[in-house]
């Protein structure tokens, strides 16, 4: 007896899907539904993440490809190290910095990367907090910002104003490499090439293809991306912007032939936990 293959799609791949499926509900005002994962199935070579199907034909059948996009190799890791070094560091100044005023500290990748063992993150949290938790006092202006260094890299503390869910507090925003834009260039190549390798076929086939690239700086515009010419073929493209493995916010860049470089606000969906898809205001 044959053993079905059980699918273990990750939870983002599978959100953004769920979201697609739902967009393309508000475009097409058709419902689509996941008929295969092939890349689950297919563990020899790389395939797509998702094949829909149409539930009123059949034959009209979507090859769907997710996949993330940082602006520069590590961007995920740096992101999510970089927020428990600096939540540290807020536990650290709690009740010493002034309560009609929050704080925003920004630590350069570079930085946060050499912090390798447990012993060098603490020494950096217990330097950083003391500097933080004194330097605080004399940054009251909005937009005023002080720095210091460590190991030859910039800190910067900067006044966040008065905001209640920050006040009392430090929080963190990254901060990207000096040469930040050729790094996402080549990370957003690498994505369209690992991308279309797959859908290629599945177009050849007579499948509609979508490609979902889920943007993790919030950065991808339609006039960045219509540029590849590679990209001419695809049906949909869409970017999603998410939070936790869920897509918040989906924009629809591509749609047949059509490029979107100043995208209406009938293409912006704002996305709900329940997949309601609504285009933003």
Known sequence: MEIPVKIMNKPNQQNACDSFI????????IKYKVSGSPDEVNRNTPDVDFILVSSSDEKDKIAVEHTKVESFDGQIKYVKKSFDIVKLVNDACRTRLPLDRGYILAVPPKLVDSLVSKRSRELFVSKLSSWVAETAPKLLLVDRDL???YKGYKITLTCGGDLAELNGNVGRIPENPENQKALQSKRLEQAISHGLLKLTKYKEQGFKTALLLEDVAGTQRGSTLSGYESLEKVDYIVVFVSNEDRMI???????GAVWYSFVPGNKRFALAREHRAGPTL
């Open 147 to 149: 720095q210091t260094e």
């Open 22 to 29: 739902t967009i393309l509900k508000s475009l097409t005002n």
């Open 249 to 255: 916010t989906g924009t629809v860049l591509k749609e």
